[in-house]
């Protein structure tokens, strides 16, 4: 009687096994895929704005190809197609496919949102639109310091929130008007890339200090700080008393 019940037991728990394993494979896969249409989209973007530039689409579909098959052959030298790891080895392929797919979004995305003017090593990479005086929309600093702004189709913005008081350290966080630059956050912003303050959900700016050409700004989330950064001055006016 013991020992039915053992195999009853075992064979319950095998198949509740099987059903875990084969979700987690569906969903090593779905977040491949995911990762795969990103790419596509990244691809068909950079062929449409640099299409008055025949050179670099050739070489830039030249590249793709070759990528491809870096991909396939990094694939084959770490889970070779003839050799068997075990159950989980579909989720570590979706894995390390994510991966390496994601790392590829990551270098092409630098032809979609451009480089900093004055880097002498931005190549084929076009420059980053610049903002006018005449079309810049500015963010509003309350009285009691927190940042307000509400995306107007008929102005543009881009505000960083830099690491250092450097326009050229690390970028921590977004503001654009640009969807090139907010969808998939291109410029890989640690605290994310919005269209303006209303779409920071929990979120908030807090306005600090004035330290020459820049603010020192507050990230805070649930009313807590959780990060400081520095944000260009000319891209703020305070509320009059």
Same mark, same amino acid.
């Given at each position: 009687?013991?020992?039915?019940?053992?195999?009853?037991?075992?064979?319950?728990?095998?198949?509740?096994?099987?059903?875990?394993?084969?979700?987690?494979?569906?969903?090593?896969?779905?977040?491949?895929?995911?990762?795969?249409?990103?790419?596509?989209?990244?691809?068909?973007?950079?062929?449409?704005?640099?299409?008055?530039?025949?050179?670099?689409?050739?070489?830039?579909?030249?590249?793709?190809?070759?990528?491809?098959?870096?991909?396939?052959?990094?694939?084959?030298?770490?889970?070779?197609?003839?050799?068997?790891?075990?159950?989980?080895?579909?989720?570590?392929?979706?894995?390390?496919?994510?991966?390496?797919?994601?790392?590829?979004?990551?270098?092409?995305?630098?032809?979609?949102?451009?480089?900093?003017?004055?880097?002498?090593?931005?190549?084929?990479?076009?420059?980053?639109?610049?903002?006018?005086?005449?079309?810049?929309?500015?963010?509003? !600093?309350? $009285?009691? =310091?927190?940042?307000?702004?509400?995306?107007? #189709?008929? &102005?543009?913005?881009?505000? /960083?929130?830099? +690491?250092?008081?450097?326009?050229?350290?690390?970028?921590?966080?977004?503001?654009?008007?640009?969807?090139?630059?907010?969808?998939?956050?291109?410029?890989?912003?640690?605290?994310?890339?919005?269209?303006?303050?209303?779409?920071?959900?929990?979120?908030?700016?807090?306005?600090?200090?004035?330290?020459?050409?820049?603010?020192?700004?507050? !990230?805070? $989330?649930? =009313?807590?700080?959780?990060?400081?950064?520095? #944000?260009? &001055?000319?891209?703020?006016? /305070?509320?009059? +008393?």
């Amino acid at each position: 009687m013991n020992k039915i019940l053992f195999i009853i037991f075992l064979t319950f728990n095998l198949a509740c096994f099987s059903q875990t394993q084969a979700e987690m494979n569906k969903q090593a896969n779905a977040e491949f895929n995911a990762s795969d249409k990103i790419l596509n989209e990244t691809y068909k973007t950079i062929l449409s704005e640099y299409k008055t530039d025949p050179s670099f689409l050739e070489n830039l579909k030249k590249s793709q190809r070759i990528w491809i098959q870096f991909r396939d052959a990094e694939m084959e030298m770490k889970y070779p197609s003839q050799s068997e790891y075990g159950s989980v080895q579909p989720i570590c392929r979706a894995s390390y496919m994510k991966e390496l797919t994601d790392n590829r979004i990551k270098t092409l995305q630098k032809w979609i949102v451009g480089g900093e003017e004055g880097d002498v090593c931005n190549g084929s990479v076009k420059i980053l639109e610049s903002i006018s005086t005449d079309t810049m929309q500015k963010a509003s !600093i309350r $009285k009691e =310091g927190s940042i307000w702004m509400n995306a107007n #189709m008929k &102005k543009d913005h881009r505000i /960083f929130g830099y +690491e250092k008081k450097d326009v050229y350290s690390a970028k921590m966080i977004l503001l654009s008007i640009f969807t090139n630059e907010v969808k998939n956050n291109p410029f890989d912003c640690k605290h994310g890339a919005f269209y303006d303050t209303t779409e920071m959900k929990d979120l908030k700016l807090k306005y600090v200090a004035t330290e020459n050409d820049f603010l020192r700004i507050e !990230i805070l $989330k649930a =009313g807590k700080k959780i990060d400081e950064v520095y #944000m260009l &001055k000319k891209w703020f006016e /305070f509320e009059e +008393e």
